[in-house]
């Protein structure tokens, strides 16, 4: 089902679909919720579900715990080819553990050079208490970011030399990777490919707005297509679907990848397909309220304020994910009747507990 999640806390609907996960926190109370639930944040929500093309190419995860206590690891994967659905839970299972391993090395080195600094200068580093009584270095807005942007393109570096160890032929299959990482306030994303992370946040004037924090990484973007075509790949749509450019190998119209970015796919590495990440930083503010990851079967139908509405709009944080996923599934087949309908997969990462219902009645 391309679901994985690691949680003191682990909750399924029951009388749902069993693709449905839910994390609770912490408890935020003593008591009960209205509905029964145990009280506490709720931290994501997630859910994968099949189309109607074969497998479930989609996998979703959420790792807590992920840097620092309250860390977060959250990622969406869409895999696509013959092995597909082996790639994208191969990247889910392996890729989290690969990122913080590499941030730990970039951490401790940097702590390291630190120290021998220390010993021959008089000028200590600035600091930042945690409340315990001890102090650690605080790290800038581009000092964290260089980290974290390295550390995720080595290890994305790193996968895509796994796979190649992996019994799986990955040839011509592979899987993007959106992901996101939160550390206190700050907020990582590295993205891979085509699946998408919006964010929903108040305007200042107090109406939700959706933004788009990565970028389609599509054949035909100026700089994705330039680089593929100096490496001899070809990048051309077919007559049956215009609008939809893919990257062909030089002599033969195969495999037509429709995306430029992938991890997997090596018989179009040499041809200008990369699997180095777009990594990017935010700083979380007080009007920010969650962040949706989402696989392309959810925004080829669905624009980015549509799915922040879905969300906003649904009832209990719970079924968020399921929501959207639902609501993309609906819209391909009244807009493509004729066309099988794709995997759908989202991820719900909320950022604040409060209820955001009048934002959405504001929309």
């Known amino acids: 089902?391309?679901?994985?999640?690691?949680?003191?806390?682990?909750?399924?609907?029951?009388?749902?679909?069993?693709?449905?996960?839910?994390?609770?926190?912490?408890?935020?109370?003593?008591?009960?919720?209205?509905?029964?639930?145990?009280?506490?944040?709720?931290?994501?929500?997630?859910?994968s579900q099949k189309g109607k093309k074969g497998p479930n190419q989609d996998a979703v995860i959420l790792c807590q715990g992920f840097g620092m206590a309250d860390g977060v690891f959250?990622?969406?994967?869409?895999?696509?080819?013959?092995?597909?659905?082996?790639?994208?839970?191969?990247?889910?299972?392996?890729?989290?553990f690969m990122i913080l391993s590499h941030r730990n090395a970039l951490f401790l080195a940097a702590a390291g050079d630190d120290d021998n600094d220390l010993a021959f200068s008089?000028?200590?580093?600035?600091?930042?208490?945690?409340?315990?009584g001890s102090s650690?270095?605080?790290?800038?807005?581009?000092?964290?970011?260089?980290?974290?942007?390295?550390?995720?393109?080595?290890?994305?570096?790193?996968?895509?030399?796994?796979?190649?160890?992996?019994?799986?032929?990955?040839?011509?299959?592979?899987?993007?990777?959106?992901?996101?990482?939160?550390?206190?306030?700050?907020?990582?994303?590295?993205?891979?490919?085509?699946?998408?992370a919006v964010l929903a946040t108040m305007s200042e004037a107090g109406y939700l707005k959706a933004v788009q924090l990565?970028?389609?990484?599509?054949?035909?973007?100026?700089?994705?297509?330039?680089r593929i075509k100096s490496s001899n790949g070809r990048v051309f749509a077919l007559k049956d679907e215009p609008s939809v450019f893919r990257v062909w190998l030089p002599d033969v119209d195969c495999p037509g990848l429709a995306m430029a970015r992938s991890l997997g796919d090596f018989r179009l590495k040499r041809y200008g397909v990369v699997s180095e990440p777009q990594v990017t930083h935010r700083r979380i503010t007080a009007g920010d309220l969650f962040i949706i990851l989402a696989t392309d079967g959810v925004w080829d139908v669905l624009s980015n304020q549509e799915v922040v509405s879905i969300v906003c709009t649904t009832p209990r944080k719970q079924h968020a994910s399921k929501a959207v996923a639902e609501a993309a599934a609906q819209r391909w087949r009244t807009r493509y009747p004729s066309s099988r309908v794709d995997d759908c997969s989202a991820v719900c990462l909320f950022l604040r507990d409060q209820d955001w219902g009048s934002a959405a009645a504001r929309r």
């Open 214 to 226: 990565t970028t389609d990484q599509k054949p035909n973007l100026p700089q994705e297509a330039e």
């Open 1 to 47: 089902m391309g679901l994985c999640a690691s949680s003191k806390r682990l909750e399924r609907e029951q009388d749902s679909d069993e693709n449905v996960v839910y994390v609770v926190g912490e408890q935020a109370g003593g008591g009960e919720e209205e509905d029964g639930a145990a009280a506490g944040r709720k931290v994501a929500s997630l859910f």
């Open 74 to 96: 959250c990622g969406a994967f869409d895999g696509h080819g013959r092995c597909g659905q082996f790639v994208s839970k191969r990247v889910r299972d392996f890729l989290p």
């Open 122 to 132: 008089d000028v200590s580093p600035s600091t930042s208490t945690d409340g315990s």
């Open 136 to 196: 650690s270095p605080q790290p800038s807005p581009a000092q964290l970011l260089e980290e974290w942007r390295e550390a995720c393109t080595k290890s994305f570096e790193a996968m895509d030399k796994e796979l190649k160890l992996q019994d799986v032929d990955c040839n011509f299959s592979g899987t993007t990777a959106v992901c996101a990482i939160k550390q206190g306030k700050d907020l990582i994303i590295a993205n891979l490919g085509d699946s998408r």
